[in-house]
């Protein structure tokens, strides 16, 4: 039987301390010459060995691609849960190279000598079953709770969950009983065993027993690697015929050489295993041999109906992420929006953007299967994730270039954050406004607007952008700027997600020193005044000066306090001070912290990890004018109505309403200010806002609206505006593929997602 894995091959290494570095060695002497996998023994009990989770911590830190596991772990000396963590660890110091393998125990007089308890052969296995569940538990990070498992020999009472291994660490067991065969069959993701502990016939056997076990589990037996140890005697160039025949006929995927010689492990890697890579691969060529799947049978039954998996194009399916993969559980969701898409494309390459698209259209994302696109999935809106449909993610398209440093002129990817931007841009002196929050994706805010801490004085981030490199839907790439596509270049800028798919922007950065970053707290509690004298402060204030203001949820017997955070685009002490005076008078401060610090200090600001949103973000937004008494009052009777948790004011102003009305598609350069509020309950907010803010409003900003009822397109646009976007998205997008972002061709009675 062979089971159509690749060919891999490792080595088994004695874990002596005689000579402390010498295994260490080994290790490395193995990475080099080839070996896909280093193991080790686990034996404790053995005083001249090394202690084996620390000799492979060591490894792990001296060599950079071959793989580690032991061989196998003595599970009655290894308690599960802290097995668990000490292989999630590894795996994510050393990249995703550590493997499993487990074993029930032997040597039980020296196990009971470590204060271990000798187990039967049938206790064995379930002591092992118990094991396996425990680890994996801790490793599933994805389910909320603790672990609990009420083993007779492992438990787990409420244990908290991770870390999250670097890759799906496999766990592969040493087992030749048949009670640990089917254990085999039903847990196990390889079987370890070792040739010399076998009889001829031994292999089909055991290969039988784990493959009818893993059929009533209702798994595909391909989905359990065979590994094989083998002694030295295997670095031979006459075994090579033992090797292909126990590959063809026995399924063996991962033959492990038993050698701490390092003549036989360079030859065996220079002459058996390239011979013996070679011979199975042209007798799997004659025979029509399937490659083993790529996942699991539990896996498999987690895709989405809608979509066709083996239509998936080459230059994307190595990478792909679906329900079933180890990496969904981190991509599946959003900065605020909980997701479950069929199919995350992570295209490297513009030509696998269009390959991505091109998968798209065949699925039906014209009219019937979700389509988002996503930068880095921080987006307000939480479109860049959906429910049984298809995301293309655009991460890795993350370079940050310098193409003219005369003109301050870089070429960015649509998949970097501006976090990073701001790190590379800091070294040159340079900066870009990009927003509050280093975790946002370039490509999404870079086609919306860009309402950031430097925008009074420099402009939205859209105003620096000199063209940007736009995959359309029948996949063409283009580039459009103010001498070529230009009406694309304008649809992009305001309109981007109804267009195509940006993949990179050349925009010019300005020059940018030290700034001053103040973080203020105001007793709100005269609401109205404070916002009123707010809004006459900001824009009072010099174009250096963007202020941004924040009022979360009332707290009951407290003051409402108001939080602001003030950029000031100046080095000075005293410039900062005096720019920040007039603020400090706005209302009484039960608060302050005032630093000189880079831009970058500023908006390098995100923590990392995956995003881990939940349900549906309820957010409302408006742009507006002057606060006036008017909009003081209805901005804090909105406050007084509770409907919301987060509440924020962004000044606008200076220099983005230097920048013409209908130069992009954002046109609401009149506006003073970007006001936001989230809020837990749809109904409520909407209710309150609707009522209270909208009727002062010029308009909003899409990227932090999610109300889906009819009439936000319109508050999005001016008239002339859609008109005009409308007639561009007929040219470039005639099918409608990218209709999942506020689609400006449905009309008025449904103008949003569906």
Do not use: C
């Amino acid at each position: 039987m062979d089971y159509g894995h690749d060919i891999e091959f490792g080595v088994f290494i004695t874990p002596t301390n005689q000579q402390p570095q010498q295994p260490v060695q080994l290790a490395q002497l193995a990475e080099s010459v080839g070996f896909d996998l280093a193991t080790f023994q686990d034996h404790p009990y053995q005083p001249a060995f090394h202690d084996t989770w620390t000799l492979m911590s060591w490894v792990a830190a001296q060599t950079s691609s071959i793989r580690l596991s032991p061989n196998v772990a003595n599970v009655p000396l290894r308690q599960p849960a802290v097995l668990a963590r000490s292989a999630a660890s590894l795996d994510l110091l050393s990249g995703g190279r550590v493997e499993l393998g487990l074993g029930a125990g032997g040597f039980w007089d020296a196990i009971e000598a470590m204060g271990g308890t000798k187990l039967t052969p049938g206790q064995g296995v379930d002591a092992l079953r118990e094991a396996i569940t425990i680890i994996r538990e801790l490793w599933n990070t994805s389910e909320r709770g603790g672990v609990r498992v009420d083993g007779q020999h492992h438990r787990a009472t409420g244990a908290k969950r991770g870390p999250r291994p670097a890759h799906p660490i496999p766990i592969h067991i040493g087992a030749y009983k048949p009670r640990m065969l089917r254990l085999t069959g039903q847990l196990g993701d390889g079987w370890l065993p070792s040739l010399g502990y076998m009889q001829p016939g031994d292999l089909a056997k055991g290969n039988a027993a784990i493959d009818e076990a893993a059929t009533r589990a209702g798994r595909d037996p391909r989905e359990i690697r065979r590994l094989l140890n083998v002694g030295a005697d295997m670095a031979d160039a006459a075994q090579v015929g033992q090797l292909v025949e126990m590959a063809l006929d026995d399924g063996i995927g991962t033959f492990i050489v038993a050698t701490d010689d390092p003549s036989a492990m360079q030859r065996f890697m220079a002459e058996v295993a390239p011979a013996v890579r070679e011979q199975v691969a042209a007798e799997r060529a004659a025979r029509g041999t399937e490659v083993a799947p790529r996942l699991g049978a539990a896996a498999i039954a987690l895709r989405a109906e809608a979509l066709d998996y083996a239509a998936i194009p080459a230059s994307l399916a190595a990478t792909a992420v679906e329900p079933g993969s180890w990496s969904y559980p981190e991509r599946q969701h959003t900065y605020l929006r909980g997701g479950a898409p069929g199919l995350i494309l992570r295209p490297t390459s513009p030509a696998q953007v269009a390959d991505a698209l091109d998968y798209a259209r065949s699925q039906g994302a014209a009219d019937r299967v979700p389509l988002s696109i996503r930068s880095a999935g921080h987006g307000i809106s939480g479109r860049s994730t959906n429910d049984g449909g298809i995301v293309i993610d655009l991460g890795e398209l993350d370079r940050i270039d310098i193409v003219d440093a005369e003109r301050r002129l870089v070429r960015i990817g649509a998949g970097a954050t501006w976090g990073a931007v701001a790190r590379v841009l800091d070294e040159h002196g340079w900066a870009i406004s990009s927003g509050d929050y280093g975790g946002v994706g370039v490509g999404g805010l870079a086609t919306a607007g860009g309402v950031g801490f430097l925008g009074r004085e420099h402009g939205l981030t859209i105003d620096h952008i000199e063209s940007i490199e736009v995959v359309l839907a029948d996949g063409d790439l283009v580039r459009a700027s103010r001498d070529e596509h230009e009406e694309l270049f304008w649809g992009m800028r305001g309109a981007g997600g109804n267009l195509g798919v940006a993949v990179a922007f050349e925009m010019i950065a300005q020059p940018i020193g030290e700034v001053g970053f103040a973080q203020l707290a105001f007793d709100a509690s005269e609401t109205v005044d404070f916002l009123e004298r707010w809004g006459a402060t900001t824009e009072a204030s010099a174009r250096a000066v963007t202020p941004f203001l924040l009022l979360g949820g009332d707290q009951p017997g407290r003051p409402r306090v108001a939080q602001a955070m003030i950029a000031v685009d100046a080095s000075e002490p005293e410039e900062i001070v005096d720019h920040l005076q007039p603020f400090a008078m706005v209302g009484p401060l039960v608060g302050q912290q005032v630093v000189r610090t880079r831009y970058a200090g500023v908006i390098d600001n995100a923590p990392g990890g995956a995003h881990q949103g939940r349900g549906e973000p309820t957010t409302r937004s408006a742009l507006i004018g002057s606060i006036t008494p008017e909009v003081a009052r209805a901005l804090a009777r909105f406050l007084d109505a509770g409907a919301h948790s987060f509440f924020q004011i962004r000044a606008m102003g200076g220099a983005i309403g230097d920048v013409a009305s209908d130069a992009t598609a954002f046109a609401h350069r009149d506006a003073q200010f970007s006001v936001i509020a989230f809020g837990g309950n749809r109904t409520r907010l909407d209710a309150a806002w609707d009522t209270l803010v909208a009727p002062h409003a010029s308009g909003l900003y899409l990227s932090f609206e999610t109300d889906q009822r009819p009439g936000r397109l319109e508050d999005a646009f001016p008239p002339a505006t859609l008109a005009r976007l409308r007639a561009l998205k007929a040219e470039v997008d005639p099918e409608n593929l990218f209709r999942d972002n506020f689609n400006v061709v449905v009309p008025a009675a449904a103008s949003v997602v569906e």
